[in-house]
């Protein structure tokens, strides 16, 4: 089956300092990235949708300048945090859709940032 | 718009009795529906999706789920419970009509599974 990756799996990090988490398609080549917040014992809510090559369409309320995206190649898409606060501490979630009729989506495993 | 609902937001069962998640959703068009389970401090894993077809479909671990086109329900299910499904759960919907990659969840409803 498809396998997403995300590095890191865990961060924590000082207020005012920046981070980048990376998500990978490791087998497919992935057209489409979505990038999603989920905060405790919540829902999740998609911060932005990445198609290589082009900007990120961000949802409404989702800063761009704050949570920049960047999707360069067909398996590699980057989220990075800029100056980090305590609030923008979350588990954040990407995942990746390779085309096809149905833009299946697969889920990489979250990476859990800890902002101090 | 696209909406997914769990009415429930914690469901505990009895080890060995069937489960029972609930979902509904609301669409355009028709519907691509999913669910994921979710441990703790881990992503989403498939379970199961429903796109077109027999209205039954069996997933992964034992759960299938059944569309009902006229409730609009997509409730999730197994016969029998196991302490290590304990975990929470999301379905998800895509509207096939609107062409967009989006999935909307809705907001988990956890299973405890009771030994």
């Known amino acids: 089956g498809a396998v997403v990756s995300q590095h890191p799996s865990r961060v924590i990090c000082k207020s005012g300092t920046s981070v980048k988490i990376e998500c990978r398609s490791l087998?497919?080549?992935?057209?489409?990235m979505f990038w999603y917040r989920q905060f405790p014992k919540k829902s999740l809510m998609l911060m932005a949708t990445s198609n290589e090559g082009s900007k990120a369409t961000y949802e409404q309320g989702v800063e761009k300048d704050k949570f920049l995206i960047n999707h360069a190649s067909l398996t590699l898409s980057t989220l990075t945090v800029t100056s980090a606060h305590p609030e923008d501490s979350s588990f954040y979630i990407c995942?990746?859709?390779?085309?096809?009729?149905?833009?299946?989506?697969?889920f990489g495993p979250g990476t859990r940032l800890t902002v101090l | 718009a696209q909406s997914v609902a769990q009415p429930e937001d914690q469901v505990n069962v009895a080890e060995g009795n069937p489960l029972t998640v609930k979902c509904t959703y609301s669409v355009s068009g028709n519907p691509y529906l999913f669910w994921y389970v979710q441990y703790p401090n881990r992503g989403l894993q498939f379970l199961l999706k429903?796109?077109?077809?027999?209205?039954l479909v069996k997933g992964s671990y034992g759960f299938e789920a059944e569309f009902n086109k006229s409730q609009t329900s997509f409730h999730l299910k197994k016969p029998s419970a196991l302490v290590s499904d304990s975990a929470l759960y999301f379905c998800?919907?895509?509207?096939?009509?609107?062409?967009?990659?989006?999935?909307?969840f809705g907001t988990g409803t956890r299973l405890t599974v009771i030994p």
């Open positions: 087998d497919f080549q992935a057209t489409t």
């Open positions: 995942s990746a859709s390779g085309g096809g009729a149905y833009n299946e989506q697969f």
């Open positions: 429903y796109i077109t077809g027999d209205n």
């Open positions: 998800a919907v895509r509207d096939m009509q609107t062409g967009a990659n989006n999935l909307f």
